[in-house]
């Protein structure tokens, strides 16, 4: 049973600069949603509720984000806007969440390590909101049903990626055992192509043993000079069964300006209100 979930969120979103110069890249927008509060919903559709963010300086809109609006809320009821009303309620409903600071920008695995005493000694999963996936069951869900079909400890979600592009992601050595299962038995955060022992590369979701967090407090910094996730579960390998799960559903890079933006026409050309709109707009302009 995975009830808690950590969402490494201290990052400074360079790649979003100036539009993140003073708010964070968690909180910019696909269509109407920030990209956390994906990750959020993602998490509460397989049964997840304790949300733990891993936040750093200039994050508040975060909290704010993941707290009753009474003003706002107040403001709603008086106008008679139910459907937006309940929209803003949604936002906290059905989730406890709690904040944890990384003050220094020493890597995955050490923003993972900070929520030790939160999570405490029971498996957890991880998200990192820059990987938005849209998919028919929650990917999170698909991995927690892999992790019991499989007595698996260690469950990465994983993809195909080009072979060029390797050198971006952790990418396992793995043995298919299933459908869309692999026994990992290696694993190297941004290796170079030649140097890649395949071309299935981690995507952020993950679910994690308590046995992590002692084997993080032991990882050197690696990748980059920082304290590498991957590193991490590399050294459970044999002590935990790693399984690597390709995932049914459709992965954004919302980290990129590209596959942000990718995200977010996907994303509004589903969406009933707009989606029309914006389909008929871009063959008007011969876009598509
Ligand atoms: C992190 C992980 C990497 C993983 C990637 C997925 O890298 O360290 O193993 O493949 O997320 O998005 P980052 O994108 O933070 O450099």
Known sequence: MIRKAVFPAAGFGTRFLPATKASPKEMLPLVDMPLIQHGVEEAKA????????????????????????????????????????????????????????????????????????????????????????????????QMIAA???????????????????????????????????????????????????????IIGRYILPPSVFPALLATRPGAGGEIQLTDAIRSLIGKERVIGYEFEGVRYDAGTKLGFQMANIAFALKDPEIGPGLQAFLRKERFV
């Open 46 to 141: 397989a049964g997840i509720r304790d949300m733990i963010i891993v936040t750093g300086r200039g994050k508040n809109a975060i909290e704010d984000h993941f707290d009753v609006s009474f003003e706002l809320e107040a403001l709603l009821e008086k106008k008679g806007n139910g459907d937006l009303l309940q929209q803003v309620r949604s936002v906290t409903d059905g989730a406890d969440f709690f904040y944890v600071r990384q003050n220094l920008p020493l890597g995955l695995g050490h923003a993972v390590l900070r929520s030790v005493e939160i999570v405490g000694e029971e498996p957890f999963a991880v998200v990192l909101s820059d990987d938005v996936i849209d998919a028919p069951v929650p990917v999170l869900k």
């Open 147 to 201: 992790s019991e079909r499989h007595s698996a400890g260690v469950v990465l979600a994983i993809q195909k990626v080009p072979k060029d592009a390797v050198s971006k992601y952790g990418i396992i050595k793995g043995k298919k055992i299933g459908d869309r299962a692999y026994e990992v038995s290696d694993m190297v955060e941004k290796p170079r192509p030649e140097k890649a022992p395949s071309d299935l590369a």
